[in-house]
């Protein structure tokens, strides 16, 4: 995962909000 793409960010965050979900 890009990081530095915006889809890369959008992904990662969804991804911290299914653990902290």
Same mark, same amino acid.
């Given at each position: @995962? %890009?990081?530095? %793409? +915006?889809? +890369? &960010? +959008?992904? $990662? &965050? @969804?991804?911290? $909000?299914?653990? $902290?979900?």
């Amino acid at each position: @995962v %890009n990081i530095d %793409n +915006g889809f +890369g &960010a +959008g992904y $990662l &965050a @969804v991804q911290m $909000l299914r653990i $902290l979900g």
